[in-house]
């Protein structure tokens, strides 16, 4: 039951999202590229809503998020279930909170995640137009609509949405569209744009 | 060529001998209720709920990986929807059973055409009473409590009661062989009186065991 790499690389727009934190706020791309420029490293932490439409209520998770220019992220889920994410250059690796603690999870799927910072890279310096994956919209607000270019691919992400904060540089949401019953949405708080991170913030779990 | 039959003919022999384990009727004591409640818990909820576990997913070779599973079920229309997801929440597998079953969504390797079944079953066997009539309660050889039930397809189900206010549940196939195994495991916390760890063993050809962690219990309606 090896998972492909088609869902592997779905599940990573989950962390896609997160280089969306850094974008800067603007009308055009143009503006957007110019107010990405000199952002290095980011820092916040989110809150996870997903929504069905079987649901009594959504499920929420929470946690941090930490990205360092130009290939480190750690993307870490506190709650309901612990889990970490690292990716350092070329090497991705994932630990799970289980009842020995957390245990590092071997798996071929984590192949897929380094082509998710070439992808990080790309878009923190505003380049969304440039994805080969996703046709992108900017619309007023502004809002930035992803779509798939790929069909096959709409079956898995019907779109994604970006809602940017007043505060310039800082992104609102994110809302992935899984089909038409079923949507995540992410929300950032206490971002933090440029902090100094430790190395080790993206090469140790604890 | 030798060495292929005498294995054939062992598996045959052993297959033969597959039986279940013997029952001692307790002394004046006859089937009575449905043994759906163990003390204070009852071994299959009742009503509509919405769960959430971790699933520790152990395959043969050595191939570990977790997932999340959502589970909405209905005693009382005795209807069930599945749901899987990455840990990130992306839904790889949606399918629910009213009556047929039906999947909304399936993403390789999840969409196989024995996977959903499967899991359906497993979600009946866990959550829900099984059908047909109790054929034998008394204790079995260490002690434990057991209700055996007779299924409509022929096979048998094994509620054995355990200390601590856990349960164990057997399926054996028509022919008595083991197929499921379903243990379950209360903490010391919350979660509305449902266990904290249930594991699911699935023996045979196809063996892999879910170790499912209750992260949230969510009564749906009244």
């Known amino acids: 039951m090896a998972r492909p790499d088609k869902w592997a690389s779905a599940r990573a727009v989950w962390l896609l999202a997160a280089a969306f934190f850094s974008i800067g ?23 996870q809503e997903k929504h069905m439409r079987i649901l009594a209520r959504p499920l929420i998770s929470s946690g941090v998020f930490y990205f360092q220019a130009p290939a480190s992220l750690r993307w ?21 909170g289980t009842e020995a603690g957390l245990v590092k999870e071997a798996g071929a799927n984590l192949q897929a995640m380094q082509v998710v910072l070439e992808h990080i890279t790309q878009w923190l310096e505003g380049r969304f137009d440039e994805n080969p994956m996703f046709a992108a919209k900017l619309e007023p607000g502004p809002r930035i609509t992803l779509t798939p270019k790929e069909k096959a691919f709409t079956k898995m992400i019907q779109r994604i949405e970006l809602v940017f904060a007043d ?15 079923s949507f995540t949405r992410l929300v950032f708080k206490n971002v933090v744009l440029n902090p100094p991170i430790d190395d080790s913030v993206f090469r140790k779990v604890s | ?34 043994g759906a409640a163990h003390g204070s818990r009852r071994i299959f909820p009742e009503g509509e709920w919405q769960f959430l576990h971790s699933i520790q997913v152990e395959m043969p070779g050595g191939r570990n990986f977790v997932m999340m599973g959502l589970t909405v079920i209905s005693s009382r229309l005795q209807t069930r929807r599945s749901v899987i997801m990455t840990l990130e929440g992306f839904v790889v597998f949606d399918g629910e059973y009213d009556h047929r079953l039906v999947v909304h969504r399936a993403l390789p390797p999840f969409d196989s055409p024995h996977f959903a079944g499967g899991l359906m079953d497993d979600i009946r066997l866990i959550f829900f009473e099984p059908d047909g009539p ?11 409590e057991v209700r055996r039930r007779r299924t409509p397809d022929g096979g048998t189900v094994d509620i054995e009661t355990l200390p601590g206010g856990n349960w164990q549940i057997r399926r054996y196939s028509p022919s008595h062989q083991l197929t499921r195994t379903v243990r379950t495991r209360h903490g010391a916390g919350g979660h509305s009186g449902f266990p904290e760890t249930i594991e699911l063993t699935a023996s045979g050809d196809q063996a892999y065991r879910l170790k499912m ?5 969510v009564g749906i309606g009244g």
């Open chain 1, 25 to 47: 706020w603007g009308a055009t791309w143009e503006e957007l590229k110019s107010a990405a420029g000199p952002i290095r490293s980011v820092s916040a932490e989110f809150v």
């Open chain 1, 76 to 96: 870490e889920y506190r709650a309901p279930l612990r889990n970490i994410l690292l990716m350092d250059n070329d090497r991705t690796e994932r630990y799970v």
């Open chain 1, 167 to 181: 505060r310039p540089g800082i992104i609102e949401a994110v809302i992935i569209h899984e089909s038409d019953d």
């Open chain 2, 1 to 34: 060529m030798t060495t292929r039959l005498l294995v054939a003919a062992l598996l045959l022999l052993l297959l033969s001998c597959a039986h279940l384990p013997p029952i001692t009727p307790k002394d004046g004591a006859a089937p009575s209720g449905t």
């Open chain 2, 134 to 144: 109790v054929v034998a309660f008394g204790e079995l050889e260490n002690g434990s």
């Open chain 2, 213 to 217: 962690t209750l992260l949230e219990a």
